[in-house]
């Protein structure tokens, strides 16, 4: 925003300084002549003579400038000097701030000494800094392995074209298939980073959700693959009303559950999808059975493109972004995800959402 040039704070606050120094001054001054020379004598007898009181007038009046003069130039030297201190802690936010937007996020203010306005401004613009530097390394982070996603697919297909052009005998029929199953994963991975930017945006409407009837959809959506994998599934659990996006809420419980399918022991895996109400909270759990997994790992699964303790490419490894979805979906919710490995192997996803306003009827 453009604006006029004006007076600086610390100019400001000098001239205020002064002027009601100056001001305090002229009272006390005022006070003076009300209430002690105002009753004086027009003749006052003292030692050697006789003062006039016109004289004594006068003279006050002479010193009165000249204390007015005093306090005037102390006020404002003074006042200079002490919003310059008041204000350096200003100084060095405002210097903080041309750092950042300059690219620098690293910078940090640290105000020293007890807590005051100023320094908890400085604190909670370092927090800002903070989350700022580590958003933007993770969008960094996600925009570096999102291309090479992406790349891969793209080369692929570059690949099965030029040997389809260089080789007249290749089966053709051969070289569509492939390039059909190339471009079904290039196509998910682009539905999978719009549905991610989509939720990172919290651009949805939000209306009452009952979780339960969520995950009795994705558990009957998902059964023929679980039955394919030898993977048993079992939900329980009470009406869980949340609010939010259906559709995300859904996608969020289908990852989840997908997710627990896949990554589980070779046959006869088990799959748990559970939901439960707390007095503000709902919360939905699914667990499986599978490998044992290390608490440092599981930490890193919400991270985009990560597939356990794999990047390989396998017919039910997704595009490596279903947890990082649910983790987005999530934050969007104004919920929490917690992942816990399970001691006998696998792993526990709990999403704990805000619980919908009971409806109050007449």
């Known amino acids: 925003m453009d604006r006029a040039p004006g007076l600086s704070v610390r100019l400001k606050l000098t001239l205020s300084y002064a002027g009601f120094l100056m001001l305090a001054g002229a009272l006390l ?46 006020g404002l030297v003074g006042g200079w000097i002490l919003a310059g ?142 039955e394919r994998r030898g993977v048993t599934i079992e939900t329980s659990g009470d009406i869980t009303p949340a609010i939010g996006s259906q559709a995300l809420l859904l996608q969020l419980t289908m990852n989840l559950v997908q997710n627990a399918i896949v990554h589980n022991l070779p046959e006869q895996g088990t799959v748990w999808v559970n939901t439960s109400v707390r007095p503000k909270t709902v919360v939905l759990t699914v667990e499986n059975t599978g490998e044992k997994l290390t608490p440092q790992l599981v930490s890193t699964l919400t991270e985009p493109f990560r597939r356990g303790t794999e990047r390989i490419h396998t017919d039910h490894a997704g595009v490596g972004l279903g947890l990082a979805i649910v983790k987005t979906i999530t934050r969007a919710h104004d919920g929490t995800l917690t992942l816990t490995p399970r001691p006998a192997g696998g792993i526990r996803i709990s999403v704990e959402l805000p619980a919908a306003a009971p409806h109050t009827g007449r």
Not at 52 to 73: I, K, P
Not at 208 to 216: F, G, I, N, Q, R
């Open 85 to 226: 201190r008041m204000l350096a802690p200003l100084a060095r936010i405002a210097d903080a701030t041309r750092m950042a937007t300059n690219g620098s996020l690293s910078h940090r203010i640290r105000l020293p000494g007890r807590k005051d306005e100023f320094r908890e401004l400085a604190d909670v613009f370092d927090g800002m800094l903070e989350r700022l530097e580590a958003h933007v390394a993770e969008q960094r982070r996600f925009a570096a392995n999102a291309s090479h996603e992406l790349r891969t697919p793209l080369a692929i297909s570059k690949a099965l074209l030029d040997v389809a052009r260089t080789d007249p005998d290749q089966d053709t029929g051969e070289v569509i298939e492939r390039l059909h199953a190339v471009n079904t994963r290039a196509i998910d991975l682009t539905e999978a980073l719009l549905l991610l930017s989509r939720a990172d945006q919290r651009s949805f409407t939000r209306e009452p959700v009952d979780l339960s009837l969520l995950a009795e959809e994705a558990a009957e959506t998902l059964l023929p693959l679980a």
């Open 29 to 74: 001054l005022a006070a003076v002549w009300i209430f002690i020379l105002r009753h004086l004598p027009g003749y006052t007898s003292v030692p050697g003579g006789v003062l006039v009181r016109s004289t004594l007038l006068r003279d006050f009046g002479s010193a009165a400038g000249a204390v007015l003069f005093f306090l005037l130039m102390f």
